[in-house]
């Protein structure tokens, strides 16, 4: 069974940072591309970020210069770093993948930014 664990959430005030982690673990061979979204309340699910197996990413505007995502292959585990965090950005935020085995949704970790 796969399952994606999200953490590093948390409350922080407007202009901090966060890092989140994502692991995938279970029965994988291969991670083909993972992903972060977020959803504030009262919202529709958003895209953040995504990393392919190869490095290659791509940002949502919003947070494009503020936002880093990263991977560590080996590990299976996907990062964001959050910097210059603003009152928006508050939300669940969702780790996504698509793997060799089906395409899997985390449980989500909760950011909240103060201003």
């Known amino acids: 069974q796969v399952q994606l664990v999200e953490s590093g959430g948390g409350l922080v005030q407007a202009g901090g940072s966060l890092r989140l982690s994502c692991a995938a673990s279970g029965s994988i061979f291969r991670v083909n591309f993972m992903s972060w979204y977020r959803q504030a309340p009262g919202k529709q699910r958003e895209f953040i970020a995504i990393?392919?197996?190869?490095?290659?990413?791509n940002y949502a505007d919003a947070v494009k210069g503020r936002f880093t995502i990263s991977r560590d292959n080996a590990k299976n585990t996907v990062y964001l770093q959050m910097n210059s965090l603003k009152p928006e950005d508050t939300a669940v935020y969702y780790c996504?993948?698509?793997?060799?085995?089906?395409?899997?949704w985390g449980r989500g970790t909760q950011v909240t930014v103060s201003s």
């Open positions: 990393i392919t197996s190869g490095g290659s990413t």
């Open positions: 996504y993948a698509v793997l060799n085995v089906g395409n899997y």
